[in-house]
């Protein structure tokens, strides 16, 4: 199985770019990469994912190396309240299921 | 509506009790999945349900006991617990459990256990 690396934490100044890193290195072909993040005391929250090419979505850019083997999750302009939990996981195939395999986690404390 | 509900939000049980845990989502969505997840830990995937049938057994002891009655709800029941199976958990839904690839999973905001 895909496993995930992530720094156990990070800071960030509010109004920069928060750039979270993962390493990905034993990902296959057909695996995706999810980014959730979680907020104290709730339940996850889908960011983004992708397989090959970056991604953007209202809340993130994703990019992914060519190699597909790290990616960073980049939050442009980064809030109080993007203070949370980020996780990275690679989808894994399991009992002809796909599953979701959870990193450990990064902490992001975003800095007024 | 793009909710996942859970009732209740606290739990405190004893040892020798029996409760469940009630998920609900109207998204229309055909896989729904239980996690349990400790303190600074991610989620533990439990059990997955598609299509209203089990799925994955994440080798879970059998004091936990899943129900899916129907295709929007979906029970935990629990029996005999111990203390270290005080945490959070965590009901999460997926339009289709192949489907999940494209979409992710929209999950509750869990149900805070305390077994004494």
């Known amino acids: 199985d895909a496993k995930t690396t992530q720094p156990t934490s990070m800071d960030c100044a509010e109004g920069r770019a928060a750039n979270l890193p993962c390493n990905h290195s034993?990902?296959?072909?057909?695996?995706?990469v999810y980014w959730y993040r979680q907020i104290h005391s709730q339940g996850p929250q889908y960011i983004i994912h992708?397989?090959?090419?970056?991604e953007t979505n209202e809340m993130a850019s994703l990019i992914i190396t060519e190699d597909r083997k790290s990616s960073t999750l980049i939050l442009p302009h980064a809030t109080l309240r993007d203070t949370a939990v980020y996780y990275c996981?690679?989808?894994?195939?399991?009992?002809?299921?796909?599953?979701?395999?959870w990193g450990a986690g990064t902490k992001l404390i975003i800095k007024p | 509506d793009t909710e996942v509900t859970q009732t209740p939000k606290h739990l405190v049980m004893g040892m020798t009790n029996k409760k469940s845990l009630k998920c609900e989502q109207h998204?229309?969505?055909?896989?729904m999945y239980w996690y349990k997840q400790k303190a600074k830990k991610p989620p533990e995937l439990m059990f997955v349900?598609?299509?209203?049938?089990?799925?994955i057994n994440e080798s879970v002891p059998s004091r936990f006991s899943p129900e899916c009655p129907n295709s929007s709800l979906l029970n935990l029941h629990l029996h005999a617990l111990q203390p270290e199976d005080s945490a959070l958990y965590l009901c999460?839904?997926?339009?289709?459990?192949?489907?999940?690839?494209?979409?992710?999973?929209?999950f509750g905001p869990g149900t805070r256990l305390t077994v004494l």
């Open positions: 999460a839904s997926s339009r289709r459990p192949g489907l999940a690839v494209c979409c992710g999973q929209y």
């Open positions: 992708g397989l090959k090419n970056n």
């Open positions: 996981i690679v989808w894994s195939l399991l009992d002809s299921n796909y599953q979701l395999i």
């Open positions: 349900y598609s299509y209203e049938k089990l799925s």
């Open positions: 998204m229309g969505h055909r896989a």
């Open positions: 034993t990902i296959s072909g057909n695996e995706y």
